[in-house]
Structures are given as C-alpha cells and as structure tokens.
C-alpha cells in the first residue's frame, strides 16, 4: 500500500510537470513548457532530428554507433566482454571504455533523459519560488514547509495528505529538501523502467510509457539493461574498471543515470564502475558535485573519468538550429578552468573512493 501511495504521489508530480505547472508564480514558458489543451510538451532537445541523424559529424575522437537490431547489440556487447577479459587477463588494474549507444536503441535514452531534466527543471523553478536561483545544484536546500504549499497549490493532494506523505517517507525530516532528497522520490522504489511514464489526459493519470510501445520495443529496452548488467559483472569479476564514455547531451542524463545505478550496485567494496563528465558542458559542476555527495552518503566508492569533451561542434550546431540554449562552454578557457575546479572537487576530503582517470579530448 505505502509503494502504491508513493508511485501515487510521483505520478502526480510528474503529471503536473509534462502538462505544465500553471499555479506556480512562473510562466509555463520559462519551464520549457506551453500552455497547451493539456498534450505533452516535448522538448526540442530530446526529439529525433533528421539532419542531425549522422552523429559522426564533426566527431573525430570518438566512436559512434548506429542502432541496427538487436544482435548487432548483442555483438558490441561480446566485443566489450572481449576487451574487459583481455585487460583483465594482462594487467591487474586495467580499464575497458563502453558506450551505451552501442547496447540498444538510442530513442530510449532521447525518452529517459526527457523525463530526469524535466524533474530536475521542476526542482530549479521551485527553488526559483523560494528566491534560490543561481545556488549550485548541492547547495540548493528547499524549505519543506514552503514546498509543501506550492504541491498542495498545484493540486497534488491536500496540504494534510502531502506533510503525512512526506513524513512517512522521512524526508525533509531537517525541515528543507535538496535536489538528492528531491531525486529520492524516483529513486526509492521507482525501477528505471517506471521512469519512463507520460500522462494520459482522458484519465488524468501517468502511464508507463512501455503501454506505448510494443512488445518488441519493451523487450529491447530490457535487453539493453540486461547488457549493461552483464559488463558490469563481468568487470567485477576480472578485476576491471569499466568507464562508461560520456555522449551527446540528449543521450548523456539517461548515460549518467543508468551508470549511477550501476555504481549503487558494484562499487560497494572498491570502484568498478566510473561514469565520464565533461567539463566543456555548462552544467558540469552540477553533476559532479550532486553524484560526489550521493555517494558520501550512500557509502560506495566514487569512480570518475574527467574529459573536456569530443562533440562540441556538432552540439553547437544542433542547438542553434533546432533551436535551445548551448550546452557548451563559451570558451576553452572556461572549460579548461571548469576542468582544474572539478579536479579540485574530486581531490577534498570525506570521499570514498580511490583514484581517477582524466583524459584532455577537446
């Protein structure tokens, strides 16, 4: 009863995020959002563009992968066991690289990483209300009294029913919420594939998006999961760190989301998994600071690979002409600063892990 009451309360925040938050003191436009007869909006940045279908342009240090079917997956997956065997066969700390666009179809991260920006869109603007704007993500703590009035304004239940959710769920117990708490509420008891959902407006109620897709769809989603999940093992067994390269930034939220997962569940006794961060984006610090923290207080090891980045004209390009902020630092000197500041990061006190990997790409 208490998991369906907490998907409940999810689904309704996630209901109100797709259709637009009209009752907040901003404009549904500055959530990326339009007033609408209540469709879903869909991001410019996470819909397929034909023009930008070829993701080699202008990509010279970096492999792409283009989706086939599903045993050209299962083929990159027994190239990457391959490599992860023969690194952990010849040395006792060796690496092995993987993208995740090679283990199933990309349309699945464009869909996930849609719905993590939205939900943490929505955590920036509630802050905003609370006068927080411009606060680093870690930084920003909401106070839970004031958050709580804005859910009960926006109709996601009653003032009563959303403090006795929000203390049976021992969050905010404090008296303010931050972007993990925040997070939380997805990560608790909300597997990846709950995660993608869209509202269905004749019932006023969230829908798994799996519901839309067929059945060959929903299995190669989770065959894509079930891959991940294979490498990862296998790293654990050889001994192998296994870095999961960094993408495009439409695909990157879901990348970075899945290897966080992964690093829940294979970095408690040593660092298997490193996730990849790219210091020429502008949210950089965001990331690494939000994932460092969680791990402190989840208690695994942090494993990082720090890059500038390898798709910075082609990122540019997209965003100028499908039409959304550049996610790109103005400058090499700004991305170069923002490298030697996540260093910095990496190397204060309190973090378990024990080494990292950087790599100067741009």
């Known amino acids: 009863c208490k998991v369906n009451l907490h998907l409940q309360f999810v689904c309704r925040l996630i209901l109100h995020l797709a259709n637009g938050v009209h009752s907040l003191k901003l404009s549904c436009e500055s959530l990326g959002l339009k007033d609408g007869e209540g469709e879903v909006q869909r991001e410019k940045k996470f819909q397929p563009h034909r023009q930008f279908g070829d993701r080699r342009e202008s990509v010279i240090s970096a492999r792409t992968y283009f989706y086939a079917d599903e045993s050209k997956c299962d083929q990159h997956m027994e190239t990457f066991l391959k490599c992860i065997m023969a690194s952990g066969g010849s040395s006792e700390d060796g690496f092995a690289a993987i993208k995740l666009t090679a283990l199933g179809r ?107 897709f067929t059945e060959q769809e929903e299995l190669q989603m989770k065959r894509m999961l079930q891959r991940i999940d294979v490498l990862a093992k296998r790293a654990l067994e050889m001994g192998v760190c296994l870095m999961v390269d960094a993408e495009q930034t439409y695909f990157q939220p879901a990348i970075s989301r899945l290897t966080l997962e992964m690093q829940r569940k294979f970095n408690t006794e040593k660092p298997v998994i490193f996730n990849t961060y790219q210091c020429y984006l502008k949210d950089a610090y965001d990331n690494v600071t939000v994932d460092v923290e969680l791990s402190r207080r989840e208690n695994w090891y942090f494993g990082a690979k720090l890059v500038r980045g390898a798709y910075m004209e082609q990122e540019r390009k997209r965003a100028k002409e499908v039409g959304y902020e550049d996610p790109i630092n103005e400058s090499y000197k700004a991305t170069n600063a923002s490298y030697h500041r996540y260093r910095g990061c990496l190397f204060k006190g309190g973090l378990k892990w024990t080494h990292f990997w950087s790599r100067e790409a741009l």
């Open 106 to 212: 990309p349309q699945f991260l464009l869909q996930f990483s849609e719905v993590l920006v939205k939900w943490r869109s929505f955590f920036r603007h509630l802050a905003a209300e609370q006068g927080l704007a411009g606060q680093a993500a870690v930084d920003t703590k909401l106070d839970l009294e004031h958050l709580q009035e804005t859910l009960a304004r926006l109709g996601i239940g009653t003032l009563d029913e959303i403090t006795h959710w929000f203390n049976g769920e021992k969050i905010g117990l404090s008296g303010t919420v931050d972007l993990l708490d925040w997070n939380s509420l997805i990560d608790n008891r909300t597997k990846v594939a709950k995660l993608f959902v869209v509202p269905n407006v004749q019932t006023g109620t969230v829908e798994p998006l799996l519901q839309q």
